[in-house]
């Protein structure tokens, strides 16, 4: 399916795979590249040469397109963009913040610059200051969240700028995909329907429990500190909620979560972890490699929007 999105890219299909902390490392970018998406490395809080050394395994395994996640609060922002730069990927996304300071050197460098935004207001901002296309991401999406809905979002901002717009949050099959595409959106950005992927590092309780999801086990945690988060409820989101409820402090509700996303992650800590995943997760109901996710996904999709277009 050629879109805005795969022609900007250099990509068979317009999937882009989310940049997700300690989940999106270079063997699930690999292989979403492979199978014709577009994967990502989540820079997350690394170092600049750890970073780089995902970048240069990313390439050891495919010479397909790729791009790499910089998180703007991160203290190593600033490394990370230049590191970026200076290998000079497919493409950067962004979230956290504005990537205004970086645009330039990426550009320079030949990068697309793709921000994740949660707002018209943001995307457009973005679209002034050089960006390729944004990522609307709706709050259906795992992590760290905005308010609006991916319904309601990627139209407004489909709306509102001209450069192309990549639908997040929700998205997990080609219902989805479908539905993103009429919303006015010339791709979609996944992440946790990739967390389950046969190449993702992610350890076996924690794909188990995505799996194993019902529609209502997602809920969010730090809506008091402006830092809400979507994650699959479990004994540490009990007790943050219940601290929240009684008033606790940002400092004291960090201390709960400290190092809470690699317990999940690599651990297999589903009690005490903290295990991102989007209110999509109870529709993920078995471990795929990549290839076969995206091929399910597209093949879906294409026989839905063609169906749509022998009805119109």
């Known amino acids: 399916m050629k879109t805005e999105i795969t022609e900007l890219l250099g990509i068979e299909n317009p999937i882009i795979q989310g940049g997700m902390a300690w989940v999106a490392e270079y063997h699930l970018a690999a292989a979403v590249s492979k199978a014709g998406g577009f994967g990502i490395i989540g820079a997350a809080s690394a170092p600049p040469e750890a970073v780089r050394e995902q970048i240069h395994k990313v390439r050891e395994l495919t010479d397909k397109p790729f791009g790499v996640n910089v998180m703007l609060m991160s203290p190593n922002a600033a490394e ?29 460098a030949g990068i697309k610059v793709i921000p994740v935004v949660a707002s018209v207001a943001m995307a457009r901002m973005m679209e002034k200051a050089g960006a390729d296309a944004v990522v609307a991401e709706g709050t259906e999406s795992g992590g760290h969240i905005g308010s609006a809905t991916t319904m309601t979002l990627v139209p407004q901002v489909a709306d509102a700028v001209k450069i192309p717009v990549v639908a997040a949050g929700g998205i997990g099959d080609g219902r989805g995909f479908a539905a993103a595409m009429m919303l006015g959106a010339k791709a979609v950005q996944m992440g946790t329907r990739f967390i389950v992927a046969k190449e993702s590092i992610v350890h076996a309780n924690y794909k188990e429990r ?28 009990r007790e943050y909620l219940r601290m929240e409820a ?14 809470s996303l690699r317990k999940a992650v690599m651990e297999g800590d589903v009690v005490n972890g903290s295990l991102m995943a989007g209110q999509i997760a109870g529709l993920v109901k078995k471990e795929q490699t990549c290839r076969e996710i995206i091929e399910e996904i597209m093949a879906e999709a294409e026989a839905m929007l063609s169906a749509d277009m022998v009805r119109g």
């Open 246 to 259: 009684e008033g606790a402090g940002l400092e004291e509700l960090e201390m709960l979560t400290l190092g």
């Open 210 to 237: 995505v799996i194993k999801a019902k529609d209502i086990d997602s809920e969010v945690t730090g809506r008091s500190t402006g830092h809400p988060i979507r994650v699959l409820r479990n004994k540490m989101t």
């Open 80 to 108: 990370v963009a230049k590191v970026a730069a200076e290998e000079k990927v497919a493409a950067v996304t962004t979230g956290a913040g504005n990537p205004g300071a970086y645009m330039a050197m990426w550009q320079e």
